[in-house]
């Protein structure tokens, strides 16, 4: 089988996020990446490139160039720039006839996350945005499981992710945490955009409930910040359960702790990101089971991301490649003309759409004075 060929824009020298990106597409082995503009400047671009074994003429100086020189050539491009330009560069892959994978968040406004949903649409394109933590195996158990029923009636979730890397005055993290602290670079949020879209992500993703209204309150609790850096969120989902989330960076002695808990009026259910092989079900009679990935006890449309035997911990990695797999393989159905969206098993343009929703909901409660705000 020929292997995708794929394009990136953004992860040149010294970019954690394109790294992961391109090693998790290598898992499988099912992509070749062929072509990109991995930075503004255009010398480091081609340096990228020519690490990476690309050939200099399809080295770019600019995404536009990249993406009409492209089209026909790429079945997919990835993004991984920072927030302010995921709207122009993916818009300019879309109508270059080319399937979109964006790190999250999709976008900084509303209207530019319809506009992409639309234009992803009438293009009929493939749109992935890359929730990590949703490719977990064992998130994925959790999510079938409560399809089946299993939990009843959900009531409430509690969801944080915590982290402490920006907790220090004078201190910014690096190129990482320079661009996300800057207003010009990732909107009009900080912490939110960063973690609080993963927590919205994966609830909604687990539990299928979507959010009726929210009511935020985004701190800047470091000297000298000038974006959130801990906040939040109380939400009131559609048919009355209701939820807490916190995000925050300054928490010392955390390093990456997303843990979500759902309880429904037959039980509840556990999941820590750190602790990411296991699920922890509590039932109505208070028996504690734990299932563990690669062990019986998980959904078979769960088990199937498994790739290493009970015992030997998959983790973010794994996690990130499982979500290009399923993205890999409707691309390849597609153009072999046998694809239908049940196949689609991966965070798309629409889910990101309400990431973004759910930061700007968030931001007017906040700038508010906390009150209760709609949901777009």
């Given at each position: 089988?020929?292997?995708?060929?794929?394009?990136?824009?953004?992860?040149?020298?010294?970019?954690?996020?394109?790294?992961?990106?391109?090693?998790?597409?290598?898992?499988?082995?099912?992509?070749?990446?062929?072509?990109?503009?991995?930075?503004?400047?255009?010398?480091?671009?081609?340096?990228?490139?020519?690490?990476?074994?690309?050939?200099?003429?399809?080295?770019?100086?600019?995404?536009?160039?990249?993406?009409?020189?492209?089209?026909?050539?790429?079945?997919?491009?990835?993004?991984?720039?920072?927030?302010?330009?995921?709207?122009?560069?993916?818009?300019?892959?879309?109508?270059?006839?080319?399937?979109?994978?964006?790190?999250?968040?999709?976008?900084?406004?509303?209207?530019?996350?319809?506009?992409?949903?639309?234009?992803?649409?009438?293009?009929?394109?493939?749109?992935?945005?890359?929730?990590?933590?949703?490719?977990?195996?064992?998130?994925?158990?959790?999510?079938?499981?409560?399809?089946?029923?299993?939990?009843?009636?959900?009531?409430?979730?509690?969801?944080?992710?915590?982290?402490?890397?920006?907790?220090?005055?004078?201190?910014?993290?690096?190129?990482?945490?320079?661009?996300?602290?800057?207003?010009?670079?990732?909107?009009?949020?900080?912490?939110?955009?960063?973690?609080?879209?993963?927590?919205?992500?994966?609830?909604?993703?687990?539990?299928?409930?979507?959010?009726?209204?929210?009511?935020?309150?985004?701190?800047?609790?470091?000297?000298?910040?000038?974006?959130?850096?801990?906040?939040?969120?109380?939400?009131?989902?559609?048919?009355?359960?209701?939820?807490?989330?916190?995000?925050?960076?300054?928490?010392?002695?955390?390093?990456?702790?997303?843990?979500?808990?759902i309880y429904g009026e037959n039980g509840s259910i556990e999941w820590k990101q750190t602790e990411c092989e296991k699920v922890l079900i509590v039932s109505r009679d208070g028996t504690l089971t734990e299932r563990h990935r690669g062990n019986g006890g998980i959904s078979a449309d769960a088990a199937k991301y498994g790739r290493l035997p009970s015992g030997h911990n998959e983790g973010w990695l794994e996690a990130m490649a499982n979500l290009y797999r399923s993205f890999m393989e409707?691309?390849?159905?597609?153009?072999?003309?046998?694809?239908?969206?049940?196949?689609?098993?991966?965070?798309?343009?629409?889910?990101?759409?309400?990431?973004?929703?759910?930061?700007?909901?968030?931001?007017?409660?906040?700038?508010?004075?906390?009150?209760?705000?709609?949901?777009?």
């Amino acid at each position: 089988m020929n292997k995708l060929q794929y394009g990136m824009v953004g992860g040149g020298p010294g970019s954690f996020i394109g790294d992961a990106h391109r090693r998790a597409i290598n898992l499988d082995g099912k992509a070749q990446l062929a072509a990109g503009c991995f930075s503004r400047t255009y010398e480091k671009c081609l340096e990228t490139g020519v690490e990476l074994g690309i050939d200099p003429k399809r080295c770019y100086a600019d995404y536009e160039e990249m993406a009409r020189n492209e089209a026909g050539r790429l079945d997919y491009v990835v993004v991984v720039t920072p927030n302010v330009s995921h709207y122009p560069v993916c818009k300019a892959f879309l109508e270059a006839g080319i399937h979109v994978s964006c790190d999250k968040p999709l976008c900084l406004t509303p209207e530019q996350a319809d506009e992409l949903v639309a234009l992803a649409r009438e293009k009929d394109l493939l749109f992935m945005v890359t929730y990590t933590y949703t490719g977990h195996v064992t998130a994925k158990h959790i999510r079938d499981f409560i399809r089946e029923g299993r939990l009843g009636k959900i009531r409430t979730v509690m969801a944080e992710y915590p982290q402490g890397w920006l907790a220090y005055e004078g201190e910014w993290g690096g190129r990482q945490g320079e661009w996300r602290c800057d207003p010009a670079q990732s909107g009009g949020v900080n912490c939110l955009g960063d973690l609080g879209t993963h927590v919205e992500n994966i609830v909604s993703m687990m539990t299928g409930l979507k959010i009726k209204r929210v009511l935020a309150k985004l701190d800047k609790l470091v000297p000298g910040r000038v974006l959130d850096d801990n906040d939040v969120v109380l939400v009131e989902y559609e048919g009355g359960a209701v939820g807490s989330y916190w995000t925050t960076q300054v928490a010392i002695g955390r390093d990456n702790d997303l843990s979500v808990r759902i309880y429904g009026e037959n039980g509840s259910i556990e999941w820590k990101q750190t602790e990411c092989e296991k699920v922890l079900i509590v039932s109505r009679d208070g028996t504690l089971t734990e299932r563990h990935r690669g062990n019986g006890g998980i959904s078979a449309d769960a088990a199937k991301y498994g790739r290493l035997p009970s015992g030997h911990n998959e983790g973010w990695l794994e996690a990130m490649a499982n979500l290009y797999r399923s993205f890999m393989e409707c691309i390849s159905a597609k153009a072999e003309g046998f694809f239908t969206p049940e196949m689609i098993d991966f965070q798309t343009v629409e889910d990101g759409a309400e990431g973004v929703k759910f930061v700007h909901a968030c931001l007017e409660s906040n700038n508010r004075g906390n009150v209760w705000v709609d949901m777009l």
